[in-house]
């Protein structure tokens, strides 16, 4: 019988090595993510397959896999560790190999297969790992099914029915980049940065970019997985300036920065200046809803206030749905929908056919960005931004705050706000209008201006987004009211960046 897993083991131990460790928190929302060697350790990740493969059991779905790694040191070998715990438990494995996370969706799709489990931290510093799953194509894995997995591999209920096997699908990254590409070429020129942070995405972003019929100027495509100019996340200031800088220096029309799995992107325009994802979402509902018109879209509640008020989108009859943040949650809700697409300001995106199969995809949000441009070969992407009611907004900011606690601290956020507007209270020096709870807290003004905390679901951080309509004065003060509450709880720590 294989053992239960602990919490805890000291490396370098014989404890360490022949007893899988799997700390609890590693679980999340809607996905999981360790630091390996400190929270997990190989014989953990076997474990976490025995669990997933008998979880596939469990819910009825043919025990057939997908999966891939991503560019890190230990990828591989957490890989084949989860690998030989699928196989353990029945399930039939198909490795794509070295892989950005939306390969790994396309490869259900394409192989036919219900399953998909990709190694990958995505944006996380080095030292991370995790496991994005899922058993209904397009939709990836919910608190529900995180529960449950959790609940079988912390006890060590696995059905291991062994009979398991083994295929690597050779070429599939040319199979994946041939299906973003068999398409016409775009008709208008157009110089592109494409910056991937010497991430996974560097082994396909620009070659599918040029297919395209772009002009590309790489940035950081080299693979490294030490990272070592910056950490490959287009939310991070750091990229996004790095991108800015070879745009200015190229005179390139748009530059595109790709995270480390490759299922998210961010946009610089010809100006230099960094287009918060959510921005770029209206932008593209805008483009979308002339073509599609009366449609949904499914927004999360850290997103711009835009996709509610903006003329154009009125206009056009569109519906904004505000919904939970995460890749899973917004996925989903676009599925129920049938939404025509999704956006997150993190940067995850969801097509709906057409443009896509209802999965993140970093390059198909490109292709779509690059399509809406040539749509409008008299506009650059600065004149397509302008052209949007002015607001002023943060990027998203994070405080440190333990996995052990971080809900409960948001608990009583949520709380705090709740008795504030009760009361008839007022944050940034305007009386609140309005508290969306359905994700966290996001709190209204009655100029427009909001703030938004919640919990991170894959890193012991909380989230932090303001915007106003009204001036860069009221944002900060939206900020400074937020922060404020958020101090009263001594559990939260410093931020990762700040206005």
């Known amino acids: 019988m294989f053992p239960k897993p602990k919490p805890q083991l000291v490396p370098n131990t014989y404890a360490y090595e022949s007893e899988p460790m799997v700390k609890a928190t590693g679980f999340r929302e809607y996905d999981a993510r360790w630091l390996f060697g400190k929270e997990i350790n190989l014989m953990g990740v076997q474990a976490l397959g025995m669990g997933l493969g008998t979880l596939l059991g469990e819910m009825g779905v043919k025990r057939e896999i997908v999966t891939g790694h991503d560019f890190r040191g230990y990828s591989a070998s957490i890989k084949m560790a989860l690998v030989s715990g699928l196989m353990a438990a029945g399930v039939r494995v198909h490795d794509i190999g070295l892989a950005v996370t939306p390969m790994a969706y396309f490869g259900q799709f394409a192989l036919d297969v219900p399953a998909v489990a990709m190694v990958t931290a995505s944006h996380n510093e080095n030292g991370w790992t995790g496991v994005k799953m899922g058993a209904n194509r397009p939709l990836t894995f919910g608190p529900d099914e995180m529960s449950r997995l959790k609940e079988i591999v912390l006890g060590a209920n696995f059905d291991l029915i062994g009979g398991g096997s083994y295929v690597f699908e050779n070429g599939f990254a040319e199979r994946y980049m041939a299906d973003l590409t ?96 959510d921005k770029v979402g209206v932008m593209l509902a805008r483009d979308l809803s002339k073509l599609v018109p009366n449609a949904t879209f499914v927004v999360d509640v850290k997103s711009t206030g835009l996709f509610a008020s903006d003329p154009v989108l009125k206009a056009n009859g569109v519906h904004a749905d505000y919904w939970k943040t995460g890749h899973s949650y917004i996925k989903r809700r676009v599925n129920q929908l049938g939404a025509v697409a999704g956006f997150e300001k993190s940067g995850h995106y969801f097509f709906n056919a057409p443009v896509g199969r209802g999965y993140d995809d970093g390059l198909v949000s490109a292709i779509a960005i690059i399509d809406m441009l040539d749509r409008n070969p008299d506009k650059s992407m600065a004149d397509l931004k302008n052209a949007l009611p002015k607001t002023w907004g943060s990027p998203t900011m994070s405080p440190h705050c333990a996995d052990e606690v971080k809900y409960e601290v948001v608990k009583r956020v949520v709380a705090r706000f709740e008795k504030l507007k009760a009361e008839g209270g007022s944050v940034g020096g305007q009386p609140i209008t309005d508290l969306v709870t359905v994700n966290g807290v996001r709190i209204v003004t009655a100029d427009g201006t909001w703030g938004l905390v919640r919990a991170s679901s894959n890193k012991p951080e909380l989230v932090v987004v303001v915007e106003s309509p009204v001036s860069e004065a009221r944002l900060h003060e939206m900020f400074k009211g937020v922060d404020a509450v958020l101090r009263e709880n001594p559990e939260v720590g410093a931020y990762n960046q700040t206005i």
Do not use: W
């Not at 790489?218 to 996004?240: A, G």
């Open 182 to 277: 068999n398409r016409p070429k775009i008709k208008r020129k157009l110089k592109v940065v494409v910056a991937c942070g010497n991430g996974t995405a560097g082994a396909f972003s620009p070659q599918v970019i040029e297919a395209l019929g772009c002009e590309v100027v790489p940035l950081d495509v080299e693979l490294d997985h030490t990272f070592p100019r910056y950490n490959p996340n287009p939310e991070d200031l750091e990229m996004l300036h790095a991108i800015r800088d070879k745009v200015l220096e190229t005179g390139a029309d748009i530059g595109l920065g790709f995270d480390g799995d490759g299922d998210r992107c961010g946009v610089i325009d010809n100006t230099g200046d960094e287009i918060f994802a």
